[in-house]
């Protein structure tokens, strides 16, 4: 029941990432990419942070970098990269992938991550038995 809800959480953040993102995108005309720490500062990844989209630098990342209320009861730290695209990856332009990555460790579920086309996956045991875990 515990980890049920604490996956509701993640998925949850990534699904309010994913908003934020689709506004960003909106009004700058690109997605932000991002790297957050353990303790849940973020670090623009791509474009890169010399040249971050709308102005955006790596010291001022403006979304939220962690599930829950806040990051002292938080369960999940969230980040957002490029999709991948078979072997390849896709331009940050074009879809970004955000990830909410569990504080503790969730071996069955690990990573919840969901793409702008839609994509839903995860990282863990589940994600290679198509368990409803992931997203229900």
């Not at 793409?115 to 839903?120: A, F, I, L, Y």
Request: charged share 15%; proline share 5%; glycine share 8%.
């Amino acid at each position: 029941s515990i980890l049920k809800g604490r996956r509701a959480q993640g998925r949850t953040a990534v699904a309010e990432l994913m908003q934020q993102q689709e506004r960003y995108i909106t009004q700058r005309n690109c997605y932000l990419g991002f790297t957050t720490n353990s303790s849940g500062v973020a670090t623009a990844t791509a474009p890169s942070p010399s040249t971050a989209c709308g102005g955006v630098t790596a010291t001022s990342v403006p979304f939220k970098t962690f599930s829950g209320d806040d990051l002292a009861n938080s369960h999940y730290l969230v980040s957002a990269d490029t999709c991948p695209n078979g072997g390849s990856t896709l331009s940050i332009a074009d879809c970004v992938r955000v990830t909410a990555t569990p504080i503790k460790a969730d071996p069955q579920v690990g990573a919840l991550q969901l793409t702008s086309t839609g994509t839903k996956t995860c990282t863990g045991t589940a994600a290679s038995t198509n368990s409803k875990l992931c997203w229900p």
